[in-house]
T-cell receptor, first 113, second 112 residues
Framework: DAGITQSPRHKVTETGTPVTLRCHQTENHRYMYWYRQDPGHGLRLIHYSYGVKDTDKGEVSDGYSVSRSKTEDFLLTLESATSSQTSVYFC????????????FGQGTRLTVV | DQQVKQNSPSLSVQEGRISILNCDYT??????FLWYKKYPAEGPTFLISISSIKDKNEDGRFTVFLNKSAKHLSLHIVPSQPGDSAVYFCAASFSGNTPLVFGKGTRLSVIA
């Protein structure tokens, strides 16, 4: 299994509070991604990183920010959580973009009440 | 606008028979296609992939077919087993920094 750890695995938070999810990898892969999975929507890209301090927005980036200060860590922050951000969040890593697969973490189930 | 489409939300197949999962894409720039399998409460796991220079790739019971002119790919599972019951996601990418784009998934149920 690829060395990807997401933390926390489960979290319940209140509307309006900030939340940070962490993705940690031990594979030294350059590319890291945050997806969310919702019923009827599949996996949608939130933000991604193609190197330390290099990040870009995905399809559903509103209300989220990311940071990558080290190769191994990619943080996803909800500045002020809303109920629409209740979801399962997956981190993924990829060694290079040409003809390679991405490996996923176990996911973080976030509930905003 | 969805670039990768899985139009069947669910599929039910008897054990031992063939399962065929379909995927369509709209962006002709895609040159690499993947299938992932996902069990409840777990992350997606890579299953099989195919490059656009091929039209078929096989790995054990799993075969992926690519029809570039139709912008269509399919995953065949033969024979289907109860342990194959999961959600299957189709994904696509092209060269550069672009991430994988996923379809909405198809839930496969293999009935014993």
């Amino acid at each position: 299994d690829a060395g990807i750890t997401q933390s926390p695995r489960h979290k319940v938070t209140e509307t309006g509070t900030p939340v940070t999810l962490r993705c940690h990898q031990t594979e030294n892969h350059r590319y890291m991604y945050w997806y969310r999975q919702d019923p009827g929507h599949g996996l949608r890209l939130i933000h991604y990183s193609y190197g330390v301090k290099d990040t870009d927005k995905g399809e559903v980036s509103d209300g989220y920010s990311v940071s990558r200060s080290k190769t191994e860590d990619f943080l996803l922050t909800l500045e002020s959580a809303t109920s629409s951000q209740t979801s399962v969040y997956f981190c993924a890593i990829r060694d290079r973009v040409r003809n390679t697969e991405a490996f996923f973490g176990q996911g973080t189930r976030l509930t905003v009440v | 606008d969805q670039q990768v489409k899985q139009n069947s939300p669910s599929l039910s197949v008897q054990e031992g028979r063939i399962s065929i999962l379909n995927c369509d894409y709209t962006n002709s720039m895609f040159d690499y296609f993947l299938w992932y399998k996902k069990y409840p409460a777990e992350g997606p796991t890579f299953l099989i992939s195919i490059s656009s220079i091929k039209d078929k790739n096989e790995d054990g019971r799993f075969t992926v077919f690519l029809n570039k002119s139709a912008k269509h790919l399919s995953l065949h599972i033969v024979p289907s087993q109860p342990g194959d019951s999961a959600v299957y996601f189709c994904a696509a990418s092209f060269s550069g920094n672009t991430p994988l784009v996923f379809g909405k998934g198809t839930r496969l149920s293999v009935i014993a």
